[in-house]
Structures are given as C-alpha cells and as structure tokens.
C-alpha cells in the first residue's frame, strides 16, 4: 500500500516538536566518532521506514550520499535543491542519489556516482563510512543512505537540469530535535504525519534564505539521528 503523495508541505500544520529529546551529544559528532560508531553500530531499529508498504521485489534500488563535511567549526550535511521541473519530487531538498544502475557495484558506488554526475562532487574527497537502513518511498524505490566524510576543499559543479542549488547545514542542528517539526493531515481517509527542519540560512549570494528539509530527506536525518543517539 503506498500512501498519498503530499502536494504542498508547508501549508500542513505543525503539531509541534520534539524539543523533550535530547540533542546528540556534541563529543558524538566528529568524524572521528562517526567512524567508531559505524565500525561498531548499536543495535537499534529505525524510527522511520518509508512511505510505502510494498515488498522489496517491488521496489526499485536506490541510494543516496549523506555527505558529511568537514570544516572548522565541525561537520556539515551537504543537501541540494532540486529543480522545479523534474517530474519526482521537483523543487524538494535531498541528498545527491539515484537509481542503483546495473553497471555500480554496489550501493556506495551508485552514490558516489550521481554525488559526482550530480553536483561534481569528487570521489577523491570523499570516505564512506556507513550506511543507514534502507528507506522506501512513495515513487517506488528502496533507498540506501549512504553515509560518507568528505574533505575539503573541493569545487562543485551542478547539473543545472537536476539541480538547482547545494548549501550545507550543520550536522548538530539537524541533531537536535528541537529542530524537528512534527505535521499532520488526513488524506483520502488517512492520517498522516511527517517531519520538517526548516534551516535559515544562507543562498550562493550570501543573501537570507529559508530551506524547508522535509519528507524522505527529513525522515533519513532522523533516523541519522536515533542512530547516533542510542
């Protein structure tokens, strides 16, 4: 069964957050303990598993990179802004990912490779150290985040077709899930609830700008989240 698709996001009110829980701690978000935790992950269950309850012979293979980027004030999450002409989620904010195609060898090369067709983000700078659970969407795909430390500096080059900007969010903003809006609705009899981290920051001008992180992006930020907080 695959839910209804949400239309407009931010019209769907907010019921509130999750200001009760705890924000990861701050010793937790280094790459160096990043590596650990993945080398040794706890055993735990994701909070999120998709938008859609069809088998996995169902669903199509897929993955995206989580890139993780080092800077001196600690790790960022480079994210992109689609396009508003694509026929999937268009204008949606989302990891660099696609289809897994016959030629990748596995997951992580899929992800590494529209990372670089993408936003021209080099394999050369980038150390994957991970994977998430896979996460089912309501387009039909089976996706595997991908979690990876990539180090500057590096040149991005976008793919204008696809993708219309990248900016990086601070991983511990996103950590913290006073930040994580919680929204509900009913659709064609059924309710639904979705998570939202509005970030303010700031476009490739400089200019104020207000991103809206939502739907499968948010739902994998958040089990990024229970994740490294177990």
């Known amino acids: 069964m695959t839910r209804p698709r949400i239309v407009d996001p931010h019209a769907v009110p907010v019921i509130g957050t999750d200001a009760h829980l705890p924000a990861v701690d701050p010793t937790q978000l280094t790459a160096d303990a990043l590596r650990r935790r993945f080398g040794l992950p706890p055993s735990w269950q994701a909070e999120i598993a998709g938008d859609t309850e069809l088998g996995p012979t169902e669903l199509m293979p897929a993955s995206v990179l989580v890139p993780l980027v080092q800077r001196p004030d600690g790790l960022h999450v480079l994210l992109t802004q689609r396009t508003d002409h694509l026929r999937d989620h268009a204008g949606q904010i989302s990891f660099p990912g696609g289809?897994?195609?016959?030629?990748?060898?596995?997951?992580?090369?899929?992800?590494?490779?529209?990372?670089?067709e993408e936003i021209g983000l080099p394999r050369s700078a980038v150390d994957?150290?991970?994977?998430?659970?896979?996460?089912?969407?309501?387009?039909r795909y089976r996706v595997t985040p991908v979690v990876a430390l990539v180090r500057p500096p590096f040149d991005l080059r976008l793919d204008a077709f696809e993708v219309a900007e990248a900016f990086e969010v601070p991983l511990a903003y996103l950590m913290t899930p006073a930040h994580h809006q919680r929204h509900e609705f009913t659709l064609q009899g059924q309710r639904r609830q979705f998570l939202s981290m509005p970030w303010q920051g700031s476009d490739r001008d400089g200019s104020p700008r207000h991103y809206f992180i939502w739907g499968a992006t948010a739902a994998m930020l958040r089990n990024l989240y229970g994740f490294l907080s177990r």
């Open 99 to 116: 289809r897994v195609e016959p030629d990748d060898a596995d997951d992580a090369d899929a992800a590494l490779r529209e990372a670089e």
């Open 128 to 139: 994957v150290i991970g994977r998430l659970p896979p996460y089912t969407t309501v387009t």
